[in-house]
Every structure is written in structure tokens, then in C-alpha cells.
């Protein structure tokens, strides 16, 4: 699986978008790039994933770039319940490979 | 949904003792993964099996760990004897099929305290 790279920790005011910038440059045309998070002491939580296009869902959105090196994740309005570790990962099969993540803190 | 159920969800043994942690992957899933994190290593695959069968357990750290999953709604990780080192927080997840167009569904873990 490619790895990828993200900022340790990154601050947001509740109420404004939390954009979460991811690097894959490695990534390979099979791999899928997901989000997860994990709010302190829960198990992972799935957000989104995509392969090309962008994506939109209920929690996030998930921007790729047209050379699928980078991606970023759209909170587009944080809560304080959005405080969590967040993962991007790219997979092409069973296994999900989880690195150090981003740590967001949204702040009141 | 009931989600992906652990039990116990803390456990605190001893040295030398034998610990088997429990998991009820969600109904129609049959992919079944265990994982187990601390802080010095994070979040690692120590398990997985498709159709109760085990796929890949190259994370398993040593002989003291072993998996089984009897059937479809059930699997144990039993770990024998339990060392400190092993104090950690194990999440079961599962999830349907195999491709990497599909998503984990994690347990609530359970946290492993070996005195």
C-alpha cells in the first residue's frame, strides 16, 4: 500500500470548515484513498473513501486531485465532536495500514 | 444495527494468566479483522479472516496470541501466557468481501491491562 503523509495536528474554530490535507504520491491507479477518525478512546469511525472522482457524503466531503497525489477532507462545519485523530489511508485491498494521523482540535 | 460487539470492553489481568477477548462481527459481513493499539506502535492488523477462514495472520506477534472463528458470528483472541507488553486496546472490525472498495466497521475495543 502507498503511504502518506500527513500534518500531525492542525487547530479549527467551531462552525468553519476543517479542510484535512493529505499527500499520496505513491498512490497506484488500484488504490482507494479513505478517510477514518477516532474520537478518544472509541474504536476507528469510516468517513468517506474515493478512487478518482470526488466525493460527498453526510459527514464529509473528499477532494482528489486530478493526479491523484493529494487529497484533502472537508468538514464543512466543525463541531466540537469533531475532535478526533483523523486517517487517510490508501488501500487496494482487506488491509487498512493507519499511520500517526492528523490530530484535529476544534476549539469553541 | 448492533454494530460490531467486544467483550469485555476492560479487562485487567495478571502476568502469566490467559486472556480471551470476544467479538460479534455485524450480521452479513464476512470479513473479520482484529486489531490492537498502543501508543509506541498505533493502530496494527494482527488478524484476518474471510468466511471464518483465517486469510493472514502475519500481525499476530508470537505464539502466545491465536485467533479462531467458529462460525459466522463469533470470533476469540486468546492470548497465553498475557505479559505486560501485551497491555494495549484490541478492536475487532469487519466488513463485507474482500476488494478495498469497502468499509470497516470497528468495535468499541476492549482495553487490555496485564499487571
Known amino acids: 500500500d502507498a503511504k502518506t503523509t500527513q500534518p500531525p495536528s492542525m487547530d479549527c474554530a467551531e462552525g468553519r470548515a476543517a479542510n484535512l490535507p493529505c499527500n499520496h504520491s505513491t498512490i497506484s491507479g488500484n488504490e482507494y484513498v479513505y478517510w477514518y477518525r477516532q474520537i478518544h478512546s472509541q474504536g476507528p469511525q469510516y468517513i468517506i473513501h474515493?478512487?478518482?472522482n470526488n466525493e460527498t457524503n453526510e459527514m464529509a466531503s473528499l477532494i482528489i486531485t486530478e493526479d491523484r497525489k493529494s487529497s484533502t477532507l472537508i468538514l464543512p462545519h466543525a463541531t466540537l465532536r469533531d475532535t478526533a485523530v483523523y486517517y487517510c489511508?490508501?488501500?487496494?485491498?482487506?488491509?487498512?495500514?493507519f499511520g500517526a494521523g492528523t490530530t484535529v482540535t476544534v476549539r469553541a | 444495527d448492533a454494530g460490531v460487539i467486544q467483550s469485555p470492553r476492560h479487562e485487567v489481568t495478571e502476568m502469566g494468566q490467559e486472556v480471551t477477548l470476544r467479538c460479534k462481527p455485524i450480521s452479513g459481513h464476512n470479513s473479520l479483522f482484529w486489531y490492537r493499539q498502543t501508543m509506541m506502535r498505533g493502530l496494527e492488523l494482527l488478524i484476518y479472516?474471510?468466511?471464518?477462514?483465517?486469510?493472514?495472520d502475519s500481525g499476530m506477534p508470537e505464539d502466545r496470541f491465536s485467533a479462531k472463528m467458529p462460525n459466522a458470528s463469533f470470533s476469540t483472541l486468546k492470548i497465553q501466557p498475557s505479559e505486560p507488553r501485551d497491555s494495549a486496546v484490541y478492536f475487532c472490525?469487519?466488513?463485507?468481501?474482500?476488494?478495498?472498495?469497502?468499509?470497516?466497521?470497528f468495535g468499541p475495543g476492549t482495553r487490555l491491562t496485564v499487571l
Open positions: 472490525a469487519s466488513t463485507k468481501g474482500l476488494a478495498g472498495d469497502n468499509e470497516q466497521f
Open positions: 489511508i490508501v488501500r487496494n485491498d482487506y488491509k487498512l495500514s
Open positions: 474515493g478512487l478518482k
Open positions: 479472516f474471510n468466511n471464518n477462514v483465517p486469510i493472514d
